[in-house]
């Protein structure tokens, strides 16, 4: 099943635990800052971004596991 890459990235979001996948939203989709989300989930700064580079991660390493090696392999 070929999907697109808004189809893509929201199957990818769904494989998050539901507090990772809610800061991620709250920042890549909604656009807020990390001081922003920072201060309304009451996380450390450092571990926030933390948290978002691990799910930035996992995400990648998904993509590579069903073959997207580059923007142009998921369009």
Not at 28 to 33: K, L, N, Y
Not at 38 to 67: C, F, P, S, V
Request: glycine share 2%; proline share 4%; charged share 30%.
């Amino acid at each position: 099943m070929i999907l697109n890459p808004t189809e893509l990235a929201a199957d990818l979001m769904c494989d998050l635990p539901p507090d990772v996948r809610a800061v991620m939203d709250a920042h890549f989709v909604d656009g807020h800052s990390v001081h922003m989300i920072q201060r309304h989930q009451n996380i450390k700064r450092r571990d926030l971004e933390t948290m978002i580079e691990t799910a930035l991660a996992a995400m990648r390493t998904e993509l590579r596991r069903r073959g997207v090696r580059a923007v142009s392999d998921a369009m």
